[in-house]
């Protein structure tokens, strides 16, 4: 009984030592740098946030993220910001895909992970990943659901992104072929940028209105630029006369869907896309196996939004 009234006292000394004892470090953050295109966009905002998000929850990463303000030689300045201040890995959403060969250059020499996410650059380099989703395929999903509503004949006009801009090329790619193989009596009148404005949109449905084409259905490579044509269309007085589709899923595309105005839409997983490059991004930094990227892509499928499912897609 004396041996345990003097051990018991032991053991309380040395827990207050040890208690003492500072936590061991869990070591250096791996750092990532992203540069956005633009801040000044609604999607590629959600995109941007559902980073940020997935950043604070690995306490082990330290995530920057900068604002390319749609100039391509800042963001190339920003990538170089980045080698020089020892960033472990680079993800762009590239301003210009045809601009980017100086970027994948400066970073694979390096050998840092270098991930490429929502636009897809040409030609990139064995170990360089992309994380997005077949723009085509939202051409082909848009234009098989507006076609149905067309009836599918009459006439339509294709709103673009910015015209040197992979999504926007794709898309259209996608649209044109759904109406050669299959709305042979559809027949596009109409195709101009509306750089990924709903501004611009607006502006382009109110004058190919005015010159007076006829026009049956709307195929915009986005949401905010068919947002901005329903605008025109409803000034016009024709809500209802003129199908109009989209690409996004926006939340302003779900409620305009349930206003009974946008006839479809197509859904680009924001969430997905930001989330699995910086997996990527960080799986590479530590020489980890990303079971989701395939021959260097990792393809988040789109979904078709109609009247039938919209609801589900609403938050």
């Known amino acids: 009984m004396k041996l345990a009234k003097f051990v018991m006292p032991g053991f309380a000394v040395m827990a207050i030592f040890l208690s003492c004892i500072p936590a061991q470090s869990a070591g250096p953050k791996v750092k990532i740098g992203v540069t956005m295109a633009l801040f000044d966009d609604v999607w590629l905002t959600l995109v ?72 897809k ?86 004058n190919w209105l005015a010159s007076g084409q006829e026009i049956d259905g709307v195929a915009s490579n986005n949401d905010e630029m068919a947002l901005g044509a329903l605008q025109a269309i409803k000034a016009a007085g024709k809500m209802g006369k003129i199908c109009v589709g989209g690409t996004d899923g926006s939340h302003d595309a779900l409620v305009s869907m349930e206003k009974g105005e946008l006839n479809n839409t197509v859904y680009q997983d924001p969430v997905g896309q930001g989330e ?24 988040i499928p789109y979904q078709k939004i109609t009247k039938e499912n919209f609801k589900s897609f609403m938050k």
């Open 121 to 206: 650059p040409a030609n990139l380099p064995k170990g360089v990943v992309y994380c997005g989703s077949n723009s085509i395929e939202a051409g082909i999903m848009n234009m098989e659901e507006l076609g149905k509503c067309m009836g599918g004949k009459g006439n339509v006009a294709i709103l673009m992104g910015e015209l040197d801009n992979e999504a926007a090329i794709g898309r259209t790619e996608g649209i044109e072929k759904v109406c050669k193989e299959k709305f042979p009596d559809v027949k596009i009148v109409r195709k101009q940028t509306g750089n990924w404005k709903r501004e611009q949109g607006k502006t382009l449905m109110e």
């Open 48 to 119: 941007r946030d559902a980073m940020t998000k997935w950043g604070k929850a690995h306490p082990d990463i330290e995530l920057t993220i900068v604002d390319g303000n749609n100039d391509s030689a800042k963001q190339q300045g920003q990538v170089e910001n980045f080698l020089a201040q020892g960033m472990d890995a680079i993800v762009i959403l590239p301003v210009d895909t045809a601009a980017t060969g100086p970027m994948t250059k400066a970073v694979v020499k390096t050998g840092k992970p270098l991930v490429y996410v929502n636009r």
């Open 276 to 299: 699995d490059a910086l997996e990527a991004a960080y799986l590479m930094v530590k020489k980890e196996p990303d079971p989701k990227v395939v021959d260097g892509n990792i393809w």
